[in-house]
């Protein structure tokens, strides 16, 4: 008999350096204890993977809850804010940010479910992620396929989203809904001196859409300020491109909304930031943060990847580098696929919570 090759045992055998005793092992659920969807989650911290991350970003959504349900102090109170919409609740201020992709899909009333019961303090959202929820309220979104033919599609005059279809008749709905508006808006320009930023046309719309099923029905009723620095890019800004012609005049200013944002950020006893999606309300959240030298919690939740230098790919530590997140934080990034797994962390953290407290006031 041969010898084993001692260069082969050595690297094949090569004995580990001991992993500290109160290192987590991996373990995940076990069906045996029957179907529960709750315990089941939680195991997603301890399973590995992407499954881990959802269970940091559940974990990290709790703290924020856990700090945003303490009390003011008396020397906390917001008494000299005048702007209801702005005014410090709590002890955390949780910034919401999400694509319109996100309005468009059944993600809609997931987010609604948020804005409807103020258990969010701002909404950072695009021009897609307002009007999608306006032309919801006038006529449906249909269910289609990632394979249907964009050129028949055309022909048809359905547009595709995804597998999702949107009729063009529900834009022309939209147009004939918010034409008045705009003519109305520019009457209060010209005759009470009102200056229209993107948030208070958003809080004039949802007013006006008077429908519950609407997430920004429910932003302004509860004085939750809506941000859509781009407002003008999708079919709010074509409405308004053809207003422009019939009814010259109307200024909208985003400088006032960008102020309003900061404050919120820059009075903050403590900041929470949970954004859905990359682009434009990724970067307006966290600059807004960089205002207080960071926020203290963070989850972002979307598909992008950092290796092309991109703010959405970015992972959290970048923020860090920029004095967006603060360095003490324990902020998560989730790599999936929103309308997989937002519910399902809303699941865990807000609604949970909203149940247990109604349960525990009948």
Known sequence: MSAEPEIAKDAVLKRSERIPEDTPQVHGYDFNQGVDYSKLLESYVHTGFQASNLGLAIKEINKMLDCRAQPLDAEQQDVHETDEFIRRRSKCTIFLGYTSNLVSSGMRETLRFLAEHRMIDCIVTTAGGVEEDFIKCLAP??????????????????????????????????????????????????????VWSPSRIIQRLGERIDDPS??????AKNQIPVYCPALTDGSLGDMMYFHSFRQPGLVVDILSDLRRLNTMAVKAVNSGMIIVGGGIIKHH????????????????????SEFDGSDSGARPDEAVSWGKIRKEATPVKVYAEATLVFPLIVGETFAKRHFSHKDATM
């Open 141 to 194: 979104t249909f269910m289609g396929s990632f394979e249907l033919n964009g050129r028949d599609l055309r022909e048809r005059g359905i547009n595709r989203i995804g597998n999702l279809l949107v009729p063009n008749d529900n834009y022309c709905k939209f147009e004939d809904w918010l034409m008045p508006l705009l003519d109305e808006m520019l009457e209060e320009q010209r005759s009470k001196g009102t």
């Open 214 to 219: 609407s997430i920004y029905y429910w932003a």
């Open 285 to 304: 959240i966290c600059n807004a943060n960089l205002m207080r030298n960071g926020a203290d919690y963070s989850v972002f939740i979307n598909t992008a």
